[in-house]
């Protein structure tokens, strides 16, 4: 069995032992509201079903995962804006951009998916808004359909082209950066919950806190340099700074978008608009994570 396979069914028994305790306590308590603990161990589950197709099969099966992903982090982000007729024309062509996308990632031209949403789609997105549809609003909805480009397909987009940029280690980053940003998302969430004060943004996410990040960020950086010999071909500097640039941007990412869906009437905290944040909670940090990580190894080494 080879670090891979390990790694992976070690995960599986960790999420099976938390499920069965969360179910145990949730028994014995249940005048208590364990609702925010249960979305976050679905996140984690449906962090882990993104692993297997993205590590287990064949860099075509995780592209087109990766792509799905991302065509319904898109789609639950606009189903949070206030819409009008103008800018749902807008969001179809949003979502025309994301096989396009993910094409550049399968001919293997890094030029061109490097520079497609941020660079041509950023420059001709606003015409379908401006043809015929007045100029109420246009900056709002205009915006509104990039932001979510950038973070929902050109950011994960990154996670789907580490395969292709390098066949042999491909699988093994894509794990070793998917467990870092979920153990990192995970120990910053017990710590703010258990003992955080300082709370970063408190009308946003109340578990964001300064504590927790304070404990995440030691965390995450001994567990990058421990298992970067098994999954990566790093040197010991960079399992080092893996694990911090993982872990800050992680936090970046987690509170970016926490205030992206506070703007849009919708926070972590609002309990009945809780099974409309499956995908971006799923996402979130994973929008910052793989591209800072993906370009810090592309530029340091050469297999990429």
Known sequence: MDSLHFTLIAI?????AIHLIYYGIRRKRPEKDYSA?????????????????????NRVVSLLAIMVLSFFALKE????????????RLFLWAYLTIPVQFYWIYIEWYGMFIVFIPVYVFLLLPLPRLINKGTVGFVRSVSRAQWGLM??????????????????YGAGLVLFLVVLT?????????????????????????????????VAFPVTTAASYLIYPFLTPLDPAFGLLSGMLISLSGFFGSLTVSVLKRDLL?????????PKQSYLSLVDTLT???????????????FM
């Not at 603990?37 to 099969?57: E, V």
């Not at 153990?183 to 969430?189: G, P, T």
């Open 182 to 214: 979920t153990l990192n998302d995970i120990v910053q969430y017990l710590a703010s919950t258990s003992f955080g004060k300082h709370k970063v943004v408190p009308t946003a996410n109340p578990y964001l806190t300064w504590e927790g990040l304070a």
């Open 37 to 57: 603990f249960g979305l976050r161990l679905r996140t984690w589950w449906g962090m882990f079903l993104i692993l297997c197709l993205a590590t287990l099969f």
């Open 288 to 302: 910052y994570t793989s591209p800072v990580f993906f370009h810090v190894i592309r530029y340091f080494y050469d």
């Open 266 to 274: 919708i926070g972590d905290d609002d309990k009945s608009q809780a």
């Open 77 to 88: 982000y606009f189903a949070m804006i206030r819409s009008r007729k103008p800018d749902r």
């Open 151 to 168: 973070l929902m397909v050109f950011g994960l987009s990154h996670l789907a082209y580490f395969q292709f940029a390098t066949p042999q």
């Open 12 to 16: 599986l028994i960790a999420l099976m």
